[in-house]
Nanobody, 120 residues
Framework: QVQLVESGGGLVQAGGSLRLSCAAS????????MAWYRQAPGQQRRSVAA???????NYADSVKGRFTISRDNAKNTVYLQMNSLKPEDTAVYYC??????????????WGKGTLVTVSS
């Protein structure tokens, strides 16, 4: 089994910054793509940013220029640096990882989410 544990959420004023972290642990041979998704109340879960195992990032248009995704492969950890936060960034943020296990199965895993609240 693989566990993803997010941290770093909280309450911040508009214009402020937060850094989310997500650490993967368990039966891991390698981690392929990692990503952050978010789900606001009454809305579907949507991709915010993704990063390949080689470090190539991809962002939703709504966060380009404000958010930065990065990863530390040695620590099986992905980060999301969020700057210039807006009230519309308020959501539960979920970590995602595509993991290859030691017996070479590739499976998708999700964290339980961390709440980010941006006040105006």
């Amino acid at each position: 089994q693989v566990q993803l544990v997010e941290s770093g959420g909280g309450l911040v004023q508009a214009g402020g910054s937060l850094r989310l972290s997500c650490a993967a642990s368990g039966s891991i041979f390698s981690i392929n793509a990692m990503a952050w998704y978010r789900q606001a109340p009454g809305q579907q879960r949507r991709s915010v940013a993704a990063i390949t195992s080689g470090g190539s990032p991809n962002y939703a248009d709504s966060v380009k220029g404000r958010f930065t995704i990065s990863r530390d492969n040695a620590k099986n950890t992905v980060y999301l640096q969020m700057n210039s936060l807006k009230p519309e960034d308020t959501a539960v943020y979920y970590c995602y990882a595509r993991v290859t296990t030691p017996d070479y199965y590739t499976m998708d895993y999700w964290g339980k989410g961390t709440l980010v609240t941006v006040s105006s």
